[in-house]
């Protein structure tokens, strides 16, 4: 970990001590000299782990924002006069927005200050957030783009935070640190139904939530920017920037890499099942919930605002208990795991999508009949589901290099976005409306469209184990390649004489090792 005490004296290759200039003394006669080698970078231990809490707080907040508008749906819908497509549009637009910037601010954490780009997205989403609270009902395309700026603004976040958080730590503290750190999605999801249905049910106005969030979001911003460090990409790894390759490969090199690298394509596709499912379910679940309950005569149905928020309020502690457990026992089993399996990580995600899918199917099916057996179901299936956050993001330190995970956190983040809960609450709304077209004008079969709209969603989480099985395939390779000297170019080959040079000095002070 590079939170530790910086040693006596920079070292040159095999630990061999550097000469004036910092060169090797048995530097050779190489046409290129060897560049300096900076010293190695170093964070005391308390250090890491409060920037490691900063960056948790915010990434709550970041996923909180994400669902607060899910948790009031029914008093948007009434405020706005929105149908289930329409609604659905609304986290369309969010993560359409994000998905576009996700590639432009993984640019900038790669070759720019990374904290910098973090205050910037930080400033732009609680702004957005701040000023759609005051949007008037006929003006409702403004609260959908205001959304989708939320969106561009939490881009910066979800590409940047995991980088520098591989950065401060390696190996089984990495490991716990994203552990902890994923906890959140499910933590901030959950909490974004509660926030937003206890301030409606204080105030009497849902727009209260979209006011109190920015307090938060500036008081994230200034922990941020004094307590959190921008450290070298690698430093984790003791590579540094300098040990990586001098020279700083072009976007499109980047990607090329990561379109060869089989374990991060496969890992990608099956983030983007697990996003579709999170997406719909996150998005829709609390007016299932609502309607379900409606249907068993426990609820009475909402004419007028402000409907009634307890399904929201039960969903969310689901969420935000069964997330906490399951990222700890994800992140915890892959660890536990590693040690007698090396492919650990893509079997455990295989495993726990393959158990969600009979949940979650059951869950659906027996909402009309057993509320309670439903809920039982629903609880085992975001669980399961969680057990998977930590766990990818793992599976892609690993296999990335150092100076391309920005740009890897966003690809994947923008793929799975496209494929995934980009579209999953639209397409969900879509063919619930669609049904109900067809059908006659009453509760159930309200009910009824839109459970069977959900059903998909068993089917994609069945894929996604799939993809996560092929990653097992290609996983110990790909770490290899990682780890080999020359990789911290994207292309694996080297830009310039002076890898070659760097090469000849491992080899020389080898040899002179061996002669003495």
Known sequence: MSAESSDPAPEGPQGSPLGSGGHSENSGSGQCPPPPMAAPWSLPRWRAYVAAAVLCYTN?????????I?????????????????????????????????????????????????????????????????????????????????????????????????????KDQRTRVLAIFYIFIPVG???????????????????WALRIMPCLEAVALVLLIVLVPD??????????????GGLRSSWSEDVRYLGRNRSF???????????????????????????????????????????????????????VVTGIIGVILGAEASRRYKKVNSRAEPLVCASSLLAAAPCLYLALILAPTTLLASYVFLALGELLLSCNWAVVADILLSVVVPRCRGTAEALQITVGHILGDAGSPYLTGLISSALRARRPDSYLQRFL????????????????????????????????????????????????????????????????TENA
Request: charged content about 15%; proline content about 4%; overall charge neutral.
């Open 60 to 68: 709550l907040l970041n996923y909180m924002n994400w669902f607060i």
């Open 265 to 319: 394509v496969w890992s990608t596709l099956g983030v983007t099942a697990l996003a579709f499912v999170t997406g719909a379910l996150g998005f829709w679940a609390p007016k299932f919930l609502f309607e379900a309950r409606v249907v068993h005569g426990l609820q009475l149905p909402c004419f007028r605002q402000p409907c009634n928020s307890e399904d929201s309020l039960i969903f969310g502690a689901l969420t």
């Open 231 to 244: 450290p070298p990409r690698g430093a984790s790894e003791k590579q540094g920037e300098s040990a990586v």
């Open 189 to 207: 999801s959950g909490l974004g139904y509660v926030l937003g249905s206890a301030v409606k049910e204080l105030t009497g106005n849902w727009r």
């Open 70 to 170: 899910a948790g009031v749906l029914l008093d948007v819908q009434k405020f706005f006069q929105i149908s289930d497509s329409h609604a659905g549009l609304l986290q369309t637009v969010f993560i359409g927005c994000l998905l576009l910037s996700a590639p432009v601010f993984g640019y900038l954490g790669d070759r720019h200050s990374r904290k910098a780009t973090l205050s910037f997205g930080i400033l732009l989403w609680s702004g957005a957030g701040l000023s759609s609270s005051f949007i008037s009902p006929q003006y409702s395309w403004l609260f959908f783009l205001s959304r989708g700026v939320v969106g561009t603004g939490t881009a910066s976040y979800s590409t940047i935070a995991p980088t520098i958080l591989g950065d401060l730590f390696v």
């Open 449 to 512: 469209s839109l459970q069977q709209s959900f059903l998909c969603c068993a089917f994609a989480i069945v894929l996604g184990a799939g993809c996560f099985l092929m990653v097992a395939l290609h996983l110990e390779r790909d770490q290899a390649q990682t780890r080999q000297p020359g990789t911290g170019t994207p292309d694996g080959k080297d830009v310039d004489c002076k890898d070659g040079e760097r090469q000849s000095l491992l080899s020389g002070t080898r040899a002179s």
